[in-house]
């Protein structure tokens, strides 16, 4: 209960609806109003998305488990509450590292729901692979609160890492495509987790995808 969100919109109707999550730490006012209204302003309507336990939402974050709710659930009050304005059949989900990792989880989970998908330097598997999750490439806070949202280590919760874990269902997403950005140097989140969302679609046969890797991305909400 009690969710927020900001939104902008240029004038029109049937406008596209993009909407824009906020990373791991902080809530929907990490996404400034200069960023809406840059991307609004190419005939968009944008939406700064809060979650349970953000921005005093009742509930506790989960990471991109049931929170992906959420972000559905936002959409379908834009698409109830602006129709006039809106094309629903035009949705996307567009994140930044924690943000990006919700983007990622709601592509495989409501693949039929958005058309779009924009993860930047998501993290795409919170701690099923012993290498490449993001629990082992994390230390001392980040585990805690890692564990704390999953409900539990990777060796005593192992079902909430797997449920978590984009590269398993990721292909789920054909409908629409996919783009993502890493920077090459990222030690937040490694472009590895790019890197093996683009291996799994690679290996389905599905090139509904972009990856970008840069040396100047850096970690944080590009402008």
């Not at 989960?62 to 659930?73: F, M, P, Q």
């Amino acid at each position: 209960n009690n969710l927020q969100a900001r939104y902008y919109h240029p004038a029109g109707t049937n406008l596209p609806v993009i909407l824009l999550m906020h990373g791991w730490d902080g809530g929907l006012e990490s996404i400034t109003d200069a960023t809406m209204k840059r991307i609004g302003d190419y005939g968009a309507f944008t939406c700064a998305v809060g979650m349970r336990g953000r921005n005093a939402a009742n509930g506790a974050r989960d990471a991109s488990g049931r929170e992906i709710y959420d972000i559905y659930d936002c959409l379908q009050s834009i698409i109830s509450t602006h129709g006039a304005l809106v094309d629903g059949s035009r949705g996307a989900v567009w994140g930044y590292s924690g943000g990006g990792g919700n983007a990622l989880a709601s592509l495989c989970k409501f693949p039929d729901t958005y058309n779009v998908g924009v993860d930047f330097m998501g993290m795409s598997d919170y701690g099923r692979d012993g290498t490449d999750g993001w629990y082992q490439q994390s230390v001392g806070a980040t585990q805690t609160a890692i564990a704390a949202a999953v409900g539990g280590t990777p060796a005593t919760a192992p079902n909430g890492y797997y449920a978590r874990d984009a590269t398993v269902a990721i292909a789920n997403f054909t409908g629409g495509h996919l783009y993502m950005y890493h920077d090459n140097a990222d030690a937040t989140v490694p472009p590895v987790h790019s890197s093996r969302i683009k291996n799994v679609l690679d290996g389905a046969g599905m090139s509904n995808y972009t990856l970008t890797l840069s040396d100047t991305l850096g970690h944080g909400y590009p402008d």
